[in-house]
């Protein structure tokens, strides 16, 4: 089992940033996919981006692409979503998660995390 923790969302105003943490615990990560993804009242989950942990390779919808960026702590087993330059669009709960495998573009991930609040005013 893998227990995904995510922390850092809150309130913030069009054009600001925020950097949305997801600490992982339980079994290594070291060979997992780890994507974040986010979910707005009444609307599907969307795919965020995702990264592998072996390697670091980083995949972005488009809708971000440019704005928001993910990266790793190795030691400290903890994947970063830095959001700049957010938009009242981008108002929705956000969820980390990990998947054993390769295949980041994907919503077939095994563990999820309860997600964190990010809500951008005009």
């Known amino acids: 089992q893998v227990q995904l923790v995510e922390s850092g969302g809150g309130l913030v105003q069009a054009g600001g940033s925020l950097r949305l943490s997801c600490a992982a615990s339980?079994?290594?990560?070291?060979?997992?996919?780890m994507g974040w993804f986010r979910q707005a009242p009444g609307m599907e989950r969307e795919f965020v981006g995702g990264?592998?942990?072996?390697?670091?390779?980083?995949y972005y919808a488009d809708s971000v692409k440019g704005r928001f960026t993910i990266s790793r702590d190795n030691a400290n087993s903890t994947v970063y979503l830095q959001l700049n330059s957010l938009k009242p669009e981008d108002t929705a709960v956000y969820h980390c998660?990990?998947?054993?495998?390769?295949?980041?573009?994907?919503?077939?991930?095994?563990?999820w995390g309860q997600g964190t609040q990010v809500t951008v005013t005009s």
């Open positions: 998660a990990a998947r054993r495998g390769i295949a980041v573009v994907t919503h077939q991930y095994d563990y």
């Open positions: 339980g079994r290594t990560v070291s060979n997992y996919v």
């Open positions: 990264i592998r942990w072996s390697g670091g390779s980083t």
